[in-house]
């Protein structure tokens, strides 16, 4: 279970998280909705630990990872931009985070997951050749293949068409969404 407790991010006087506290149970999936620069994605950055807290904790099945370094949750994040290498083709992209970290994910495992994602005829293209919807997919293979225990999207199924929506979403992949149209 993933808990916030009294969550607080401020730069400076300027306060733009106060006094969150949300708790999540393991397979379920929340999607967070507001305006823009209401503090959707700084929310998603102190979870995964790119920004710290001003106060309150984040647990996780009851420890404290406030203070846990980033490389150490065992948190991933899709973001919104896609944050894909464009040097490399959409196989050599998904198959990334796997040269530092060899068997999280088999081969099989690989496959699988561009198989229901549908980027069976888009692996051996370059990331300027595919289309937003398909950068999307890549992003999200890349991601879910290092099997993260917590999963944080920022925005991204706005591109995505229903069916790969709802494949994921059975799926019951533990996620926390920034995406009205999740």
Known sequence: MLELRHIQKAYGAHVVLEDIDLAIQDGQIVSILGSSGCGKTTLLNVLLGITDVTHGHIMW????LTHVPMERRG?????????L???????????YGLRNNPGISTNDEVHELIELLGLEEHVGKRISELSGGQKQRV????????????????????ALDGVIKESIKRDNIFALFNDAAA
Request: charged share 20%; proline share 7%.
């Open 61 to 64: 099945c009851g420890g404290d």
């Open 85 to 95: 290498f464009p040097n490399l083709t959409a196989y050599e992209n998904v198959v």
């Open 139 to 158: 992003a999200l293979a890349r991601t879910l293949v290092m099997k993260p225990r917590l999963l944080l999207l920022d925005e991204p199924l706005s």
């Open 75 to 83: 948190f991933n994040i899709v973001f919104q931009d896609y944050a």
